[in-house]
């Protein structure tokens, strides 16, 4: 079964307004963290945000928040006031404490390809 | 800048070659995840040290090994090289103490397999 499932190949959206990408996840694992990596046309991996199992409130970075639904699964970004900048394919990932904690390896969605119109 | 430094940036090869790719972690960071993204797979986690020591594997190939150095640099080493190796393959970082830590990711080495 899929972890992490990003349900949006493309989405569009127009300069200055908001957009959300979709995440679900899957996990038994009580602790967990949840991550939001852009990848723009250029290759690089650049992390977003970070949402953690046990947080009480949903995460914020700059125009970057986090809708996290703990009891749905579920931890879309929402980026606020578009800009072409933002272009990019979108990544959601997760983290599984496991056993030990100490594997911390990310288990990546296929990604969002988002495309912001002037 | 992620402070994640993969040499080399592109690397073009024949099937059946071996090739190494080369990371430099974040100073600080004592561990590193070797990842593999591809048209048709995505992104996937291939192989996770700390500290010099192997932590974790995920799908990688008998014909793919890798290693951490004493000075914490890392090398992926894969051989008998095929076309569907072609892929971007990113190393990250993490100081690997907390389970929110970030991982960071390198600029990337993508291989061609021609």
């Known amino acids: 079964a899929q972890k992490i499932t990003q349900t949006q190949p493309g989405m569009f959206v127009q300069e200055k307004e908001a957009v959300t990408l979709d995440c679900t996840y899957d996990?038994?694992?009580?602790?967990?963290?949840l991550f939001w990596y852009k990848q723009p046309s250029s290759g690089e991996m650049i992390f977003l945000i970070y949402?953690?199992?046990?947080d009480q409130q949903n995460a914020t970075e700059g125009r970057y928040s986090l809708n996290f639904q703990k009891a749905r699964k579920s931890a879309n970004l929402v980026i606020s006031a578009s800009q072409l900048g933002d272009s990019a394919m979108y990544f959601c990932?997760?983290?599984?404490w496991g056993s030990g904690g100490s594997n911390y390896k990310l288990t990546f969605g296929k990604g969002t390809l988002l495309t912001v119109n002037p | 800048d992620s402070g994640v430094t993969q040499t080399p940036k592109h690397l073009i090869t024949a099937t059946g070659q071996r090739v190494t790719l080369r990371c430099s972690p974040r100073?600080?960071?004592?561990?590193v995840y070797w990842y593999q993204q591809s048209l048709d797979q995505g992104l996937q986690f291939l192989i996770q040290?700390?500290?010099?020591?192997?932590?974790a594997k995920g799908n990688i190939l008998e014909r793919f090994s890798a290693q951490q150095f004493p000075d914490l640099h890392s090398e992926l080493n894969l051989s008998s090289l095929e076309l569907g190796d072609s892929a971007l393959y990113f190393c990250?970082?993490?100081?690997?103490?907390?389970?929110?830590?970030?991982?960071?990711f390198g600029p990337g080495t993508r291989l061609t397999v021609l």
């Open positions: 949402q953690g199992s046990y």
């Open positions: 990932a997760m983290r599984e």
């Open positions: 996990t038994s694992d009580p602790s967990y963290g």
């Open positions: 040290y700390y500290n010099g020591e192997e932590r």
């Open positions: 100073s600080g960071d004592l561990s």
């Open positions: 990250a970082s993490s100081v690997a103490g907390d389970l929110g830590n970030e991982q960071f």
